[in-house]
C-alpha cells in the first residue's frame, strides 16, 4: 500500500498520536515551521534519538526538540562542509607542489595515464564541457589537460581518486584511507542530509572499523573512558566527524584556516548549549554532546 502525502494538520495529528508533545512550541507555531523552514521527513528524522514506550508513544519529546536538532544539524552540516571544501583546496596545493618538486617534467604523463586508468572520469570531463564555470577550460585545454587544470574540474571523490593513484604510483604523501572516509560525512552534508539523527549507542560485538590513526588519535586525549570511546566510534556521526577533524589536521597547513574553524567550532559549540534544558532528561543526546565537547575541545 502507498503512502499518501499528508498536509501539515495532518503531520501534527500524526505526530500527536505518536506521544509528541507540543508544550513549548504550539501547533499553529509547529505548522509554520513545518510549512516554511523544513518539512516532516527530515524533523522526524532526530526521533531516533528518543525511546518508544510499549505502545509505540514517544517518552518525553516535544517538538521544540526536534525543531532544535534540526538547526543545530544543520549548522553542523554547513562546518562539516567548510572544513571538507578546505581540505580539498589544500589537497591539491599538497598535490601540485609534490609535482612541480619532483615530477616536474612528467606531470603530463601523470594526467595522461590516471585518464586512461579512469575512463570514467574522462567522460564526466566531458559531460561538463558546456559548463558555464569549467567549460572554458575544458574545451582550451582537452584532450592533454596540465595536471594543474585536471585538478581544477574533477570533483571531491575523483580527486580523491588521483591522490589514491599518485601515492600509489609515484610517491605516498599522507594516508589516503581518511580521504576515503571524510567523503562520505562531506557527501551527506553537501546534499543536507541528517547527520545526527541517530546518536544512539550500537552494539558493541560489532567490529570497529574507524582508521588505526584516528582510534589512537581520540586515545591520545586521555580523558574518555574506553567502553564510552568504543561505544560512541560505533556511531557512524562520530566516525566520520573525527575522522574529518584528524584529517584537517594533516592535511590543512594554513593557520589562518585553522583558527577560523576553530572559532566556527566554538560558536556551534555556544548555540548547542542554547537550549540545553531541552535534554537534560535524554541520556543519548548529553553523552553525545559531551563526548563531542571533548573532541571540538582538543581541535
Not at 20 to 37: D, P, R, S, V, Y
Request: charged share 30%.
Amino acid at each position: 500500500m502507498q503512502k499518501l502525502i499528508k498536509t501539515s494538520n495532518e503531520l501534527i495529528e500524526h505526530m500527536k498520536n505518536k506521544g509528541i508533545k507540543f508544550n513549548i512550541i504550539n501547533e499553529i507555531e509547529a505548522k509554520k515551521f513545518l510549512e516554511n523552514n523544513n518539512y516532516y521527513f527530515k524533523l522526524a528524522a532526530y526521533r531516533k534519538n528518543y525511546f518508544k514506550k510499549l505502545n509505540g508513544e514517544y517518552i518525553n519529546l516535544d517538538f521544540a526538540y526536534l525543531r532544535e536538532l534540526s538547526i543545530i544539524d544543520m549548522e553542523l552540516r554547513r562546518i562539516v562542509l567548510e572544513m571538507a571544501l578546505d581540505i580539498e583546496h589544500s589537497l591539491k596545493v599538497i598535490l601540485l607542489n609534490d609535482i612541480a618538486n619532483n615530477f616536474k617534467n612528467n606531470s603530463h604523463d601523470i594526467v595522461s595515464k590516471f585518464l586512461i586508468d579512469n575512463i570514467k572520469i574522462s567522460q564526466d570531463i566531458e559531460r561538463h564541457s558546456t559548463s558555464n564555470y569549467c567549460g572554458d577550460l575544458i574545451n582550451k585545454y582537452s584532450p592533454n589537460f596540465p595536471v594543474w587544470v585536471l585538478l581544477e574540474i574533477i570533483s571531491f571523490g575523483d580527486l580523491v581518486k588521483f591522490y589514491n593513484f599518485y601515492s600509489k604510483n609515484y610517491k605516498k604523501i599522507g594516508d589516503r584511507k581518511l580521504l576515503y572516509a571524510i567523503r562520505q560525512i562531506r557527501n551527506a552534508a553537501a546534499h543536507s542530509n541528517c547527520l545526527i539523527y541517530n546518536l544512539k549507542n550500537t552494539n558493541l560485538k560489532t567490529k570497529l572499523n574507524i582508521n588505526v590513526k584516528v582510534n589512537k588519535y581520540v586515545i591520545s586525549l586521555g580523558k574518555i573512558k574506553e567502553d564510552t570511546r568504543k561505544k560512541k566510534l560505533r556511531i557512524k556521526f562520530f566516525e566520520d566527524f573525527i575522522t574529518l577533524l584528524y584529517a584537517y589536521k594533516i592535511f590543512v597547513k594554513s593557520e589562518s584556516l585553522v583558527e577560523k574553524t576553530r572559532k566556527k567550532l566554538k560558536i556551534l559549540d555556544m548555540r548547542m548549549l542554547k537550549n540545553k534544558n531541552y535534554f537534560l532528561k535524554n541520556e543519548v543526546i548529553t553523552s553525545a554532546y559531551k563526548f563531542f565537547k571533548i573532541i571540538i575541545d582538543d581541535f
